[in-house]
């Protein structure tokens, strides 16, 4: 695997171990030519998987995608890259399990914050503010009062098709 950070062509597996839920292999790798150390996951994908996104574009799934944002909403949080993974996993399967194989993005929004909510309080209005694209103080605070009265089982959005507002 090429690395991501010098773009070597080679890299090596320094570690390789089941993550703690079994359901997929964590490899620490190392870049001989630059020595960075990062981390991957193997895993089953039991369906391809496409997301619709707001203007109708339909593109292939990504979980880097997905890994990205949700690693941006967790940037400086002190949270075990198992339980990311866990929670990353968690998405990708119930979107497999879903049966539908072409995914409104809005689903996948709602999905992560959802997720996020229960992992990190702090990533999850960091991955609000910039979904729900809050122009100003005011929306945000508009979002932290709904939150108030917001009740802890209302926050499986399931599948639920809302375009984010
Ligand atoms: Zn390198």
């Known amino acids: 695997m090429r690395c991501p950070f010098c773009q070597n062509e080679d890299t090596q597996v320094r570690d390789s171990r089941p993550t703690e839920d079994g359901a997929s292999i964590r490899r620490r790798r190392q870049c001989p030519a630059c020595g960075a150390r ?3 996951f193997e895993r089953a994908q ?4 496409f997301v ?4 109708g574009r339909r593109a292939p799934f990504e979980r880097d995608k997905l890994a990205r944002s949700v690693a941006i909403a967790l940037r400086k949080r002190q949270v075990e890259p198992d339980r990311v993974e866990q929670l990353i996993s968690g998405i990708v399967r119930r979107l497999e399990a879903s049966g539908e194989s072409e995914i409104p ?3 996948i929004g709602n999905l992560i914050m959802a997720a996020l ?10 991955y609000a503010s910039v979904y729900k694209d809050f122009q100003d103080a005011k929306d945000f605070q508009e979002f932290l009062d709904g939150q108030m009265s ?7 959005l399931d599948f639920v098709d809302k375009e984010p507002q």
Request: glycine share 0%; hydrophobic share 30%; proline share 3%.
């Open 46 to 49: 039991l369906r391809e998987l």
């Open 150 to 156: 917001f009740d802890d089982d209302q926050d499986e």
């Open 117 to 126: 909510k229960r992992l990190d309080p702090v990533a999850y209005v960091r």
């Open 38 to 40: 990062f981390t991957t």
């Open 52 to 55: 619709v996104k707001r203007s």
């Open 105 to 107: 993005s809005a689903t």
